[in-house]
């Protein structure tokens, strides 16, 4: 094995090797405007109470919103959304254009089509680490469509999974 001394280089060529499935996070902005961001941080935290986690760099055009967002959707993707993970990684003013998104019924929450399920969650805490914050969220519902195999990021790409073993 190959020593690395520097922390934050071991950090960023171990987790390059190991594959995270590929969500998109939607909120409100505090006009009532839809925010998204695609996200590979995204992790069940427990079963009971329902939680889960994700985490977002404070300087991201999403960081606004979710200091002061109520509720969010954890969206995951699945083979077919890979213009969908591009999209939501890119310029932020572009995201909500398509329409490709409908708008929860209880939450006003955007809501893709393309995608393999749906958690909605309220926010019950945000702890902000040096430049960037966890968020643990309460999921309260969740919307399940057609089992697609999942989009995951993979040294820097996306990627579909192989055969099993």
Not at 38 to 65: H, I, K, Q, Y
């Amino acid at each position: 094995m190959e020593n690395i001394s520097n922390s934050t280089e071991a950090l960023k060529q171990a987790f390059r090797r190991h594959a995270s499935g590929v969500c998109v996070i939607t909120l409100n902005n505090a006009e009532g405007d839809p925010v998204g961001f695609t996200a590979t941080s995204v992790t069940s935290l427990g079963s009971d109470p329902a939680l889960a986690t994700f985490n977002v760099a404070r300087g991201a055009s999403s960081w606004p919103a979710l200091k002061s967002a109520e509720y969010v959707s954890i969206q995951m993707l699945n083979e077919s959304s890979l213009a969908l993970a591009q999209k939501m990684s890119q310029d932020h003013t572009k995201r909500f254009l398509d329409d490709d998104w409908f708008v929860h019924e209880k939450t006003g929450l955007p809501i893709f089509h393309k995608v393999n399920a749906v958690l909605i969650g309220r926010i019950i805490e945000r702890h902000e680490v040096a430049a960037n914050a966890v968020i643990v969220v309460e999921i309260i519902e969740g919307l399940l469509a057609e089992e697609l195999p999942s989009l995951l990021y993979h040294q820097r790409g996306y990627v579909i999974p192989g055969d099993r073993l």
